[in-house]
């Protein structure tokens, strides 16, 4: 079974990738939020891969970190009507984050916002993986958060990021404009960031 894979990029798409390793090209699978973050054509990469064989074919998925790899391996095999195509679109759509978040907060209006995910399956995504979602994320600060414009104290959630995800949209972002701002913020700041140097840093952009 392919577990990695660590070549040249020689083909680069939107959901797909070609990484050259020992003369063979290999043809990957790719969320949009893994094409964004590989580098140039001609440059080495590594991906974490997740293989799906058949009779006739032998398909990959590709992504940049093992986490995203093994999240998207539970949503596939652990989800009932969920493929790897619909997997794939709500990795490209939201950040794993994102997507923890609002399985733990039991957001299904988000999660049908994804390409092909309806009520139905959103639910059942969140039915079916909130318990081990919740397991594996820290326990909830009992701080409350500082007051942010007119919205007030915002209470504390699952993680620094999910507070801050919450802070921006008092502040009336988007989720996915907030997730794209609070990932840019908190790789910026490093893991020692405080909570109100997150926010400042998301909005200032």
């Known amino acids: 079974m392919i577990a990695t ?7 680069s798409r939107l959901l797909q990738v070609v ?6 090209g ?6 949009i939020k893994t094409a964004e973050n590989l580098p140039p054509i001609g440059s080495e990469t590594k ?34 009507g969920v493929g790897p195509k619909m997997a794939l679109m709500l990795f490209s759509r939201l950040s794993i984050r994102l997507l923890q978040g609002a399985i733990v907060r039991g957001d299904a209006k988000l999660l049908a916002q994804c390409r092909g995910i309806g009520k ?20 909830p600060s009992p701080a409350v958060l500082p ?8 209470p504390a959630g699952t993680n620094l990021f999910q507070d801050a995800i ?26 020692e960031a405080s909570l109100e140097d997150i926010i400042k840093q998301a909005l200032s952009g």
Do not use: C, H, W
């Open 166 to 191: 919450s802070a921006l949209g008092v502040l009336g972002y988007k989720a996915v404009e907030a997730d794209k701002a609070v990932n840019r913020a908190m790789d910026r700041l490093g893991p």
């Open 5 to 11: 894979l660590k070549g040249s990029i020689v083909e």
């Open 120 to 139: 139905k399956t959103a639910e059942r995504i969140i039915i079916e993986l909130r318990d081990q979602v919740k397991s594996g994320l820290p326990s």
């Open 26 to 31: 290999y043809e990957v699978n790719i969320p």
């Open 147 to 154: 007051a942010v414009g007119d919205g007030g104290a915002i």
């Open 47 to 80: 991906l974490f891969i997740y293989p799906i064989y058949r009779d006739d074919s032998q398909t990959l998925y590709g992504f940049l970190n093992r986490k995203d790899r093994d999240f998207f391996k539970v949503l596939v095999e652990k989800v009932s």
């Open 19 to 24: 990484i050259e390793a020992g003369g063979v």
